[in-house]
Structure formats: structure tokens, C-alpha cells
């Protein structure tokens, strides 16, 4: 039973990854009908706005300390970053310690930015291209910011700290009257499944609650339609496809700590979203999140130990495998509409 | 000739032609010289070109004549690979044998990938075709490790039984041969400062890429061929008039698959390696690549995109800060660094950003590729030249 347990909670973290990023994927799917094989990209460009973000916390200059000495007996040269001097010194520690989370204020912004200028300056012209042409030209723009990344960034990967406050894990299994130490849950992982529900639960009531998510949901229905009524729907197209671009950038900051961002991360992670959006029924938002934390569950569970005695192997092939499976017995996906991508 | 119509012949002579003369082509700079190391006449690149040209010409027919895209041709060449490296290591060091087997094995291999992915079209095929290269991928580098070597790769050793070749006494690990002509053989001649290599391997790649191609061309230009493209065009219409694509698409992918394998097999014969890393979707990828750059759906653009991809990966990646310092060394010290500054993260380690680049820039501009570059160049340059004429004849 807690092994049951703890494989759902291990598989949640890393199945809320893939949601988020299929969630986008799928917003951009079902509004503009473009494949973005960007997306990964995207994802990991949003790791980088977290790193970024720290190096621009950390920026700092050297003052001379007259009251140390160094080995040397010469006065001692101290690194203060900036944010000591604006904020005073406790303040600014804990600003620096806080970076992750506080980068999703500078990532928001710059994530919308990015996808807005992706949409009107690339995308746009690709609408009425045939699919595998839209799959292409994001697969090029996915090697460019990757390769801009890298040169910027190096190839290495940069490890990324949570805040201290969310070091070490905590008694899962205690908290639901189990024995003791039978669940260990790191806390960064389940303040980043919370996160990732929150912003799922926020980007799904936008679409339901205020007046432009019913205009949007009405243009992914029918385009022409809500055109006709004199709503300039592509405009709204557009700021859809700079919010899947933040969701996709806020899943890369929070995961920064769970996974140290190195500049292919977001390939490796388009491959298994992709599949996730597939699984989930292409244009179905609810689909995605669904087959994402299944997927990820599913993961999980193939990773323990005595399942891969069972089976050797089995944890790098479940996801596809399910894939295979799903996509032979039902055809349009688990939640899939009838008529999407089916030409 | 051959069965081919005058153009087809002609194409196919061309190709034959600068198949043969590529040691002397791809050299023209003397040995020695500041633009030697653009020189692709080496035998390993050239090995590569022909090679690479064998696997894009294999995807075109998939995705050229039908549009199926497929993101997980790797699959096949690593699979026709490990097929290559076990024949050489079992039967005998001959590569005949080598390569038929991973033609054959390959072919298998997407037989059955192909009968469960045919299933679904669109992107569902490419996903379907990108988790079935996935799980090959992971597998060959994880539980199949008694058959793939797992992650260090698949090789010959001094042990090996080759049970079809006589006891090895040189101590010695056999290099693959042709009927006793090592791969690795080569012939070099040195005139007037060029340094031409005639290489064996190549010559045998070269030999097979000559025959795909002619296959392809048949292919093409047969009534097979122009069902292919009915099913690009509108697969719906032909399923109404009492069709059944599916043996066709099946049969498609089949030959493609097999081009793979040749090319996987042709690659341990050069070279008897075979590694997990081939079957990785980022090598589909790059099969994607060449095919798109070179011109899709045409029949020399796959060749042409191969040789460029594969030109950039060994020739400008070698172009390191210190070399561009030199060549700009005429500018004014400032300008210099100025333009050292803006070239240098497009090429040596980042040529991958310039083919990102121009990869876009072709799917853009140019949907037909090289090919289509080189139509319109020729069409502009016969129309000035017709211009010419009738201005004459006034």
C-alpha cells in the first residue's frame, strides 16, 4: 500500500510536467490548429529565464572590507551583490534564496513576449501550410533557440537551488496515519504538483469564467463564425498562444530545482508530450492533463523495482507502449473530439 | 537505357559521373594550401556522403511520394547496423553477406513497425513511428545489451567464430573486405600538390548508392510510384474508388525501411561499430533534415542534402576563433573583432544554429529545397539568355 502510494506521488511530479507542457500544446493546437514542435523549447527557454533571473539576483559588486584580512594580511575583498545594498542584507539573502519562485514574476512577461513574437512572426504564415510543413519549420525554430541557448548558456547544466525553506522531504505516510518513514515525499516536488495545479486550474477557469475564454472557446469551435460577428479573433489567438507559451516557461521554472536545465531539455521532454497530447485526444484540454499525469504515474510505476525484475527494460518503454496501445484501440485518443486532425 | 526515359538516364549518368570523379571534385584545393581543410575528399567523409545520400534517398520515397512522415527511420539503419556487425562477427568478414543481411533485417523490422503504424496517418503516424524508435532506442541501450553491446555499441572482436572464413593467424582483429580488398584500402596519388585518395569502401558505397538510386528512379517513374502519390494527393478518393492503400503504403514503407538497413549496413562495413545513439529520434531528425534541405520529393535533392548536412557536421564545425582571426586579419584591428564577434557563433561548435537556420529559411522560402533553388537560378538565367535572343533577332 505505501509503495502504491508512493509511486502515485513520485509519479505526479514529473506527470504534472508533462501536463503543463501538453496543456499548452494543446491550447495551441485547438486555437490556431498549428502543431508547435517548439513547444519543448519553450520549456526550456523558461528554465533559463529562471536561471537568468538569478544571475541578474546574484549581479554583484566587490567592496573592500578593512576589518578582515585575507591569508595574505591584505584587506579582505568581499563579492556583495546588489540586491544586499537595495534591500538591506537579510532581505536580499532571502531574495536571492527565494529566486525560483520569484522568477515566475520575470518569466510571465518574458514568456508572453516570446510566444507573441513567435506567433505573429513565424506562425502566422503557417497556417494554411499542410501540418507536416508546421511540424518542420517548429522543428527548425526548436533547433535555433536551442543552439542560442547553448551558446549563451554552454553545454552544461546549471543546477538550480528551491528555496532553502523547501530543502529535504517530509513524512507523507505520517500525515495519513500510516507508520512512519513509509512515504518520504521531497517537499519541492509536491509544492510543484500544487503549482502545477494551480496554474492548470487557472488557465482552465480563464477559459470557462471570463468573457474571452468564451470568445476563444468559441473561435476553437468555429473560427469563421465568431470572425463573421466582428471579432477580431486572431488578436485573441494570439494572446492564447503567448499564455501556452508561459505555461509551458512557468513549468520550466518550477522544474529547474527537480532537474538541473541543461539546453536540450526541452527535446527530450517534446518527445513524451508529444506522445501525452496524442494519448489525451489531440485539442482535448482535459485529455492532456489526464493522459499527462497518467503517463507519469504509469512511469512510475514501471520504475520500481520489483516490476523491472518482472519485465527488464520496462521503464523506458511503458510511456510508448501505452502509447501504441491507446493509439490502436482508440483511435482519437482517451478524450479526443471527433473530427480534429483527422484529414 | 536501363528502362529509363532520356532525362532519367542522364540524371542517372550525372550521378554516376560525380559519383566517380568525388575524390578529385571534392578536393580542389592543393594539399597544404590556408583552404585545404575544405577539402571533403577524405574516404571516412566521403563514406559518409554516399551513405547519408543512400538513407535520404530510402526516407524521400516514404515521405516524398506518399507525405507520410515518418520521425523514426533511425529505427531501421540501427537496426540494418547491429543485423551488419553480427554477420561480420558469426559468418565472415566479408561484407556481401553483411550487407544483404541488414538490408533484409531492416526490411522485417518495418514490416511490422509499418503494419501496426499504418494504422493512423497524420501526426498520429509520426508519433506512432517516433515511440516504436524510441522504444528501440532505449531498449538496444538498456536489456538487449547481450545482442547490442548496449550503451558502448556493438563490435568485432578478436574471438568472433566467423565460421565461413579460415582461422585467423594475424593476431589481429579482421578488418571487413571485399573478396580480400580491405575497406580501408585506398589508393593516393599525389599530382602537382593535390592529393587525391581512392578508397575502396567508398568506391563499394558509391557502387550500391548507384543502384538505390537507379532503383529509386524506377520507383518514381513506375505505376506503383504514381499510386504513392495518389495517396499524398488525396487518400480519401482513392479509398472510394475501391482502393486499398494499405498495401501500398505498407510495400512504401517496407523499401524505405530496407534503404535504411543498406545504409546501416554499409556504414559496419566501413566501420564495424553499430551504437544505441543511431536509433535515437535526433538521428531520424537529421534524415528529416537532409531530405527537406536537399529538395523533398525530388530524386537527387535527398543525395544533395545528405552531402551538405554531412559537409557542414565535418568541415565547418572545424572552424575554430583562431582561423577567423586570420581570414578578417585585413580589417582594421576593431573591425576585425567586430566581425569575428558576430560570425564566430554560427560556425565551429555552432554550426548547428546555421543549419537550424537555413533549415527554416528553406521551409519558408524554398518548400522544394536545393533543387528548387537550382530550377529557379537556371530559369531566371535561360530566361535573360532568351531575352538575349529575341533581342537579337529584332
Known amino acids: 500500500m505505501d509503495q502504491i502510494i508512493l509511486q502515485i506521488l513520485n509519479g505526479l511530479d514529473k506527470g504534472s510536467a508533462y501536463a503543463l507542457i501538453a496543456l499548452g500544446l494543446t491550447l495551441i493546437f485547438g486555437t490556431l490548429g498549428v502543431v508547435n514542435f517548439a513547444h519543448g523549447a519553450l520549456f526550456m527557454l523558461g528554465a533559463f529565464c529562471a536561471v537568468t533571473f538569478s544571475r541578474i539576483l546574484s549581479l554583484s559588486h566587490t567592496i573592500i572590507d578593512e576589518s578582515k584580512k585575507d591569508f595574505l594580511g591584505n584587506p579582505l575583498k568581499v563579492e556583495v551583490p546588489y540586491v544586499h545594498g537595495w534591500f538591506g542584507e537579510a532581505t536580499g539573502q532571502a531574495i536571492i534564496d527565494w529566486s525560483v519562485p520569484l522568477a515566475i514574476l520575470f518569466t510571465i512577461p518574458v514568456m508572453i513576449a516570446i510566444g507573441v513574437i513567435m506567433e505573429r512572426g513565424l506562425i502566422k504564415h503557417f497556417y494554411k501550410r499542410p501540418h507536416a510543413d508546421q511540424i518542420l519549420v517548429t522543428f527548425g525554430l526548436a533547433i535555433v533557440l536551442q543552439e542560442i541557448v547553448k551558446y549563451y548558456f554552454g553545454a552544461n547544466q546549471i543546477p538550480m537551488n528551491a528555496p532553502q525553506a523547501f530543502f529535504g522531504s517530509f513524512d507523507f505516510g505520517a500525515m495519513i496515519g500510516m507508520d512512519p518513514g513509509a512515504i518520504i515525499y521531497p517537499y519541492w516536488r509536491i509544492i510543484y504538483f500544487c503549482f502545477a495545479a494551480v496554474l492548470v486550474g487557472g488557465v482552465l477557469a480563464f477559459l470557462q469564467f471570463t468573457t474571452f475564454g468564451m470568445v476563444v472557446r468559441a473561435g476553437m469551435a468555429d473560427r469563421e463564425t465568431v470572425g463573421l460577428l466582428g471579432i477580431n479573433i486572431d488578436r485573441r489567438f494570439t494572446i492564447m498562444f503567448g499564455i501556452a507559451a508561459a505555461v509551458a516557461g512557468l513549468a520550466g521554472v518550477m522544474y529547474t530545482p527537480i532537474n538541473p536545465p541543461n539546453y536540450h531539455m526541452g527535446m527530450d521532454f517534446l518527445v513524451i508530450s508529444f506522445v501525452v497530447v496524442v494519448v489525451g485526444g489531440m485539442g482535448s484540454l482535459p485529455g492532456a492533463i489526464l493522459a499527462g499525469l497518467l503517463l507519469g504515474i504509469l512511469e512510475s510505476f514501471a520504475s520500481m523495482r520489483q516490476i523491472i525484475e518482472l519485465l527488464p527494460g520496462i521503464n523506458q518503454v511503458v510511456i510508448y507502449l501505452a502509447a501504441i496501445v491507446i493509439l490502436l484501440t482508440r483511435p482519437r485518443g482517451l478524450m479526443g473530439r471527433k473530427g480534429v486532425m483527422e484529414d | 537505357m536501363l528502362g529509363l526515359n532520356k ?388
Not at chain 2, 535520404?56 to 551488419?84: C, D, E
Not at chain 2, 578488418?175 to 580491405?182: D, K, M, S
Request: one cysteine or more; aromatic letters at 12%.
Open chain 2, 7 to 394: 532525362k532519367d538516364t542522364f540524371l542517372l549518368f550525372a550521378v554516376a559521373v560525380l559519383v566517380a570523379c568525388a575524390p578529385i571534385l571534392l578536393n580542389p584545393f592543393p594539399e597544404g594550401s590556408a583552404m585545404a581543410q575544405f577539402n571533403a575528399g577524405y574516404p571516412d567523409l566521403m563514406q559518409r556522403f554516399v551513405i547519408f545520400g543512400i538513407f535520404a534517398v530510402g526516407f524521400n520515397i516514404l515521405f516524398g511520394l506518399t507525405g507520410y512522415l515518418s520521425f523514426g527511420h533511425a529505427a531501421f539503419l540501427g537496426a540494418g547496423s547491429y543485423a551488419g556487425v553480427w554477420m561480420l562477427k558469426l559468418l565472415t568478414v566479408n561484407v556481401i553477406p553483411a550487407i544483404l543481411i541488414s538490408t533484409v533485417v531492416a526490411g522485417l523490422f518495418a514490416v511490422f513497425i509499418g503494419f501496426i503504424s499504418l494504422r493512423r496517418s497524420g501526426i498520429y503516424f509520426s508519433i506512432l513511428t517516433l515511440a516504436f524508435a524510441q522504444m528501440s532506442f532505449a531498449l538496444a541501450a538498456s536489456v538487449l545489451t547481450p545482442i547490442t553491446g548496449g550503451e558502448t555499441g556493438l563490435q568485432t572482436s578478436l574471438d568472433d567464430p566467423r565460421i565461413l572464413d579460415g582461422a585467423n593467424t594475424s593476431g589481429n582483429i579482421p578488418a571487413p573486405n571485399l573478396f580480400g580488398l580491405e575497406m580501408s584500402d585506398s589508393l593516393q596519388i599525389n599530382l602537382a600538390g593535390w592529393l587525391w585518395t581512392f578508397n575502396v569502401g567508398y568506391y563499394l558505397a558509391g557502387v550500391v548508392l548507384l543502384v538505390a538510386f537507379y532503383i529509386a528512379i524506377r520507383i518514381f517513374r513506375s505505376p506503383f510510384g504514381l499510386m504513392l502519390r495518389a495517396i499524398k494527393s488525396n487518400q480519401q478518393r482513392l479509398t472510394y474508388t475501391g482502393i486499398n492503400t494499405r498495401p501500398y503504403m505498407l510495400a512504401c514503407f517496407v523499401i524505405s525501411g530496407m534503404y535504411a538497413g543498406l545504409a546501416g549496413g554499409l556504414m559496419v562495413a566501413m566501420d564495424p561499430l553499430a551504437g544505441a545513439e543511431r536509433m535515437q529520434w535526433t538521428a531520424s531528425g537529421e534524415v528529416v533534415l537532409m531530405t527537406i534541405l536537399g529538395g523533398i520529393g525530388t530524386l537527387i535533392g535527398p543525395v544533395l542534402g545528405a552531402g551538405l548536412i554531412k559537409y557542414f557536421e565535418n568541415i565547418f564545425s572545424k572552424i575554430n576563433e583562431n582561423l577567423l582571426h586570420q581570414w578578417f586579419a585585413f580589417l582594421p584591428d576593431g573591425a576585425e573583432d567586430f566581425v569575428v564577434a558576430i560570425i564566430y557563433p554560427f560556425i565551429g561548435k555552432g554550426w548547428h544554429l546555421t543549419l537550424g537556420l537555413m533549415f527554416m529559411a528553406v521551409i519558408i522560402f524554398l518548400p522544394g529545397g536545393l533543387v528548387e533553388l537550382g530550377q529557379r537560378i537556371s530559369r531566371k538565367l535561360s530566361r535573360t539568355s532568351g531575352d538575349d535572343q529575341t533581342k537579337s533577332t529584332k
